[in-house]
């Protein structure tokens, strides 16, 4: 399986969010403590791949919610989840 190379801000995004569903910009930066603008270009990166998709906050207008795009093939998407749980942990080490 060929998957496109990720950033590693990327990858820390995807392991979040396959463990938490659903989480907001803001909630990402705390969850994985990376600046703002690394967590954006992530989200960004994400997103371009069809690997997230992003609802309005109807509490918050001014806010996204993030989640893994439940449309995406599921072994590409297990793939890329085992790929960047991998790296978390070597990362952790």
Do not use: C, W
Not at 9 to 34: C, D, F, P, Y
Not at 38 to 64: F, G
């Amino acid at each position: 399986m060929d998957l496109p190379r990720l950033p590693k801000s990327s990858k820390r995004l995807i392991v979040k969010l396959s463990e938490k569903g659903q989480m907001t910009q803001k909630e990402l930066i705390e969850a994985v403590g990376m600046p703002a603008k690394t967590v954006r270009y992530a989200l960004k990166r994400l997103s371009e791949l069809n690997l997230i998709v992003s609802t309005p906050n109807l509490q918050d207008m001014r806010s996204m919610f993030y989640q893994l795009n439940p449309d995406h093939p599921f072994r590409r998407m297990e793939a890329h989840i085992t790929e960047a749980k991998k790296l978390v942990r070597k990362e952790a080490a």
